[in-house]
T-cell receptor, first 114, second 115 residues
Framework: NAGVTQTPKFQVLKTGQSMTLQCAQD?????MYWYRQDPGMGLRLIYY???????DKGEVPNGYNVSRLNKREFSLRLESAAPSQTSVYFC?????????????FGSGTRLTVV | AQSVTQLDSHVSVSEGTPVLLRCNYS??????LFWYVQHPNKGLQLLLK??????LVKGINGFEAEFKKSETSFHLTKPSAHMSDAAEYFC?????????????FGTGTRLTIIP
């Protein structure tokens, strides 16, 4: 019962370094999402992919890129990390973009940029 | 545009007493509303959802919420708190958008249970 799997769970980067956060789901869901969670701000949508081959910007896309590699995988890339990108990142998936189906979340990646 | 306000950032209750977590929403259309729970260092889990059916919604672990359109509220309640309920709770709203709906999260309410 894997659901949504995120790797790595923890990461420390230096300012200017790049990295890719990986996300995979095994529920055959069409839609996938990347959120960031910051204290006192809830979760904010970075990018989403309504279906394989499509991606769209969310609320806070600056400084990030995404790739929907196939139906299962949706990666988030930081090209040049900044301290403002220190956050907890969550990947989620849903059967369709109709939110009333509910989302399944991964357990998160805690990223610190120093 | 949709938005949601969680009225309390922290709530503390004694074990065995009722829980009330307050949420008000704003939406131009008939929204879907959700409560998610996040235990420490874990992902988010769906507690319950309202999608224009019954206004009193029952969820997992004894939680329920009532949709009140006149008050634009969707408060979460539980009759008797348990230690395992200690977590952060998020109220979430989504508006119809032609199959392209997205979730808007509140800022969260941290629930502490006093033994």
């Amino acid at each position: 019962n894997a659901g949504v799997t995120q790797t790595p769970k923890f990461q420390v980067l230096k300012t200017g370094q790049s990295m890719t956060l990986q996300c995979a789901q095994d529920m055959n869901h069409n839609s996938m999402y990347w959120y960031r969670q910051d204290p006192g701000m809830g979760l904010r949508l970075i990018y989403y992919s309504a279906s394989e081959g499509t991606t769209d910007k969310g609320e806070v896309p600056n400084g990030y890129n995404v790739s929907r590699l196939n139906k299962r995988e949706f990666s988030l890339r930081l090209e040049s990390a900044a301290p403002s990108q220190t956050s907890v990142y969550f990947c989620a998936s849903s059967e369709v973009t109709l939110a009333n189906y509910g989302y399944t979340f991964g357990s998160g990646t805690r990223l610190t940029v120093v | 545009a949709q938005s949601v306000t969680q009225l309390d950032s922290h709530v503390s209750v004694s074990e065995g007493t009722p829980v009330l977590l307050r949420c008000n929403y704003s939406s131009s259309y008939s929204p879907s509303l959700f409560w998610y729970v996040q235990h420490p260092n874990k992902g988010l889990q769906l507690l319950l959802k309202y999608t224009s059916a019954a206004t009193l919604v029952k969820g997992i672990n004894g939680f329920e919420a009532e949709f009140k359109k006149s008050e634009t509220s969707f408060h979460l309640t539980k009759p008797s708190a348990h230690m395992s309920d200690a977590a952060e709770y998020f109220c979430v709203v989504s508006e119809p958008n032609f199959g392209n709906e997205k979730l808007t999260f509140g800022t969260g309410t941290r629930l502490t249970i006093i033994p």
